[in-house]
């Protein structure tokens, strides 16, 4: 079953812009994590953000986090040709003693336009 | 330090064969867990494995099975293909929470 719902599904911008996808999910969690993914190939680590924390910065990448809303959302600034990919949001939650079972949501695809 | 490497690539396979995909994580870590992902189900987990046990377990049938050895690399086996099981396998190692994907074993079943 899904956890992480990404919001929205595609979005299409010009070089330049900032993009921002939301990701919602239903249960408590233990970190929420976004990754991006290039048609069809490996995911690639993007930002990891735990429970009591409520925004993160890497570069271009500002996350922030809502667990009373049980939200997520992603922030790439300054847009680049290269930033077109498929963007994910993943939960972890505890469970067999590890934190490290992941509950992938469908995706946002990131298109960014020269 | 080398990424997670994941042999072979591509595969192709009739239904009822079985098959077996191996997965390298990066040294030192010691959590390997595997994904699959279909157009239609997303990316969804199989399984996790930790210091050569199975710690969870995604919803999928028993036909998918895993191992981990002592060295930290991994294998996923299918038995009894069927055409479902046409997807993109991908393995992923951690040693504090973030995990690391490899390139993925691309199968396909016909």
């Known amino acids: 079953s899904q956890q992480g719902e990404e919001d929205p599904q595609a979005l299409s911008i010009q070089e330049g812009e900032n993009a921002t996808m939301n990701c919602s999910y239903k249960?408590?969690?233990?970190?929420l994590q976004w990754y991006r993914q290039n048609s069809g190939r490996g995911l690639v680590h993007l930002i990891l953000?735990?429970?009591?924390?409520r925004e993160k910065h890497s570069g271009r990448l500002r996350v922030t986090l809502d667990t009373s809303k049980k939200s997520s959302s992603l922030l790439i600034t300054a847009s680049r040709a290269a930033d077109t990919a498929s963007y994910f949001c993943a939960t972890a939650v505890n469970s067999g003693g590890s934190n490290y079972k992941l509950t992938f949501g469908k995706g946002t695809l990131l298109t960014v336009n020269p | 330090k080398a990424g997670v490497t994941q042999t072979p690539r591509y595969l192709i396979k009739t239904r009822g064969q079985q098959v077996t995909l191996s997965c390298s994580p990066i040294s030192g870590h010691r959590s390997v867990s595997w994904y699959q992902q279909t157009p239609g189900q997303g990316l969804q987990f199989l399984f996790e494995y930790f210091s050569e046990t199975q710690r969870n377990k995604g919803n999928f049938p028993g036909r998918f099975s895993g191992r981990q050895f002592s060295n930290s690399r991994s294998e996923m086996n299918v038995s009894t293909l069927e055409l479902g099981d046409s997807a993109l396998y991908l393995c992923?190692?951690?040693?504090?929470?973030?995990?690391?994907f490899g390139p993925g074993t691309r199968l396909t079943v016909l």
């Open positions: 249960t408590s969690i233990n970190n």
């Open positions: 992923a190692s951690s040693l504090s929470g973030e995990q690391f």
């Open positions: 953000i735990r429970s009591n924390e």
